[in-house]
């Protein structure tokens, strides 16, 4: 199976829409496809046992909920500069030590996104930058939790986004 051409039927500011066109055994099949730029996310301990978390409101599920902190890969970005770089702009906290968790695809059906999750640690305080992303950003509250409590708030539910989840067990079965 292989991609045969693709049209474009929605360039947009965070993504693109295609419509695939797609050898299979059973002939052409059409696939709509989402391209991403990519993304990080950050796992930010501020003390051994605890991390930042942003609590964020977010139209596509029009609640509020907790999350790490995350951005997109900008053009001609390496990930690991987009991670110092989104870290400092939505906390205001400056990481010397980052070191890459783990990298996945959150939803191979319909789209390459590929995020990449780096863990922060040794963090200075160095001010809040200028959010030039979304509007909502700049009503988010940056908190910190322990690890253990976030654990069981994934446990029971309350913690449904996705590179929060895979951080935080990423990080306790690979690290700890």
Same mark, same amino acid.
């Given at each position: 199976m292989y991609v045969i051409d693709k049209k474009l039927i929605f360039?947009?500011?965070?993504?693109?829409?295609?419509?695939?066109?797609?050898?299979?055994?059973?002939?052409?099949?059409?696939?709509?496809?989402?391209?991403?730029?990519?993304?990080?996310?950050?796992?930010?301990?501020?003390?051994?046992?605890?991390?930042?978390?942003?609590?964020?409101? %977010?139209?596509?599920?029009?609640?509020?909920?907790? $999350?790490?902190?995350?951005?997109?890969?900008?053009?001609?970005?390496?990930?690991?500069?987009?991670?110092?770089?989104?870290?400092? $702009? $939505?906390?205001?906290? %400056?990481?010397?030590?980052?070191?890459?968790?783990?990298?996945?695809?959150?939803?191979?059906?319909?789209?390459?996104?590929?995020?990449?999750?780096?863990?922060?640690?040794?963090?200075?305080?160095?001010?809040?930058?200028?959010?030039?992303?979304?509007?909502?950003?700049?009503?988010?509250?940056?908190?910190?939790?322990?690890?253990?409590?976030?654990? $069981?708030?994934?446990?029971?539910?309350?913690?449904?986004?996705?590179?929060?989840?895979?951080?935080?067990?990423?990080?306790?079965?690979?690290?700890?």
């Open positions: 360039d947009g500011k965070l993504l693109k829409l295609y419509i695939y066109h797609v050898e299979t055994p059973d002939g052409i099949k059409e696939r709509e496809v989402i391209e991403h730029k990519g993304a990080v996310a950050i796992l930010a301990f501020i003390k051994d046992d605890e991390i930042i978390i942003e609590r964020r409101y %977010r139209p596509a599920l029009d609640k509020e909920i907790l $999350e790490i902190p995350a951005g997109l890969i900008k053009h001609g970005e390496k990930p690991e500069e987009t991670a110092f770089r989104e870290l400092e $702009e $939505e906390t205001g906290y %400056r990481a010397k030590v980052l070191e890459k968790l783990i990298s996945y695809y959150p939803t191979v059906g319909y789209t390459n996104e590929i995020i990449h999750v780096y863990l922060a640690k040794d963090l200075e305080y160095v001010g809040k930058g200028n959010l030039e992303t979304s509007p909502e950003e700049k009503y988010m509250k940056v908190e910190t939790m322990k690890i253990d409590k976030i654990l $069981e708030m994934i446990k029971r539910g309350e913690v449904m986004d996705s590179k929060t989840i895979i951080a935080v067990l990423s990080y306790l079965l690979l690290k700890k």
